[in-house]
């Protein structure tokens, strides 16, 4: 398994546009999650989903970031419109049955609005 | 709310010394999890621990849980260079099953 996908690894984009994140779980994974990274808030979990559907979102940052997963395969984190403090890096991980067996990370994107 | 807690923050060692990191839930865990983060990469699962008082070993790494599943440590011998990189515990939500409370993590440097 090639493990956890997200692409693109970096983005740099001016304050006020949309950027658009996207990842792909491990094939058979039914948790989805998304954390952002900053040096001054650590890990933060910013929503996850459990087969497709979100189940807690209550650490998105406001009304300016949405997240997608129309399949099993497929999910998005969109921000809109972006600003210079959403600058972070934004990890998706996946697991199987809950977290109780661990999370996998992809790689991360790395975001810069300037 | 539920918080999971590691100290030291930072921990600077010369190669060949040991290390310790120490993580403390303010809620009693199912299990508890720590994951490794090089510079400029993702935290990698390193291992769970689910028993009262276990501990598990991965070659120079001992991880414990402790007697009250609400602290744990991880133990590096003689460090090495590839050592280097933040540590975090994690455990779960004791309300949320889908969600892992991560520590603020250790990051340590190995100064060769």
């Known amino acids: 398994d090639a493990g956890v996908i997200q692409s693109p690894r970096h983005e740099v984009t001016e304050m006020g546009q949309e950027v658009t994140l996207r990842c792909k779980p491990i094939?058979?994974?039914?948790?989805l999650f998304w954390y952002r990274q900053t040096m001054m808030r650590g890990l933060e979990l910013l929503i996850y989903?459990?087969?497709?559907?979100?189940?807690?979102d209550s650490g998105m940052p406001e009304d300016r970031f949405s997240a997608k997963m129309p399949n099993a395969s497929f999910s998005t984190l969109k921000i809109q419109p972006s600003e210079p403090r959403d600058s972070a890096v934004y990890f998706c991980a996946s697991s199987y049955a809950g977290v109780e067996w661990g999370a996998f990370f992809g790689q991360g994107t790395r975001l810069t609005v300037v | 709310g539920q918080q999971v807690m590691q100290i030291p923050q930072y921990q600077h060692v010369q190669e060949g010394e040991d290390f310790t990191t120490y993580c403390n839930s303010s809620?009693?865990?199912?299990?508890i999890q720590w994951y490794k983060q090089r510079p400029g990469g993702h935290p990698v699962f390193l291992i769970q621990?689910?028993?009262?008082?276990e501990v598990k070993k991965q070659k120079r790494l001992t991880f414990q849980f402790g007697e009250a599943k609400k602290n744990s440590s991880l133990h590096i011998t003689a460090t090495q260079t590839t050592d280097v990189g933040t540590y975090f515990c994690?455990?779960?939500?004791?309300?949320?099953?889908?969600?892992?409370?991560f520590g603020q993590g250790t990051e340590l440097s190995v100064k060769p």
């Open positions: 989903f459990n087969n497709n559907v979100p189940i807690d």
């Open positions: 621990l689910v028993k009262s008082g």
């Open positions: 994690a455990g779960p939500s004791y309300n949320q099953g889908g969600k892992l409370i």
């Open positions: 809620t009693t865990l199912s299990n």
């Open positions: 094939s058979g994974h039914d948790y």
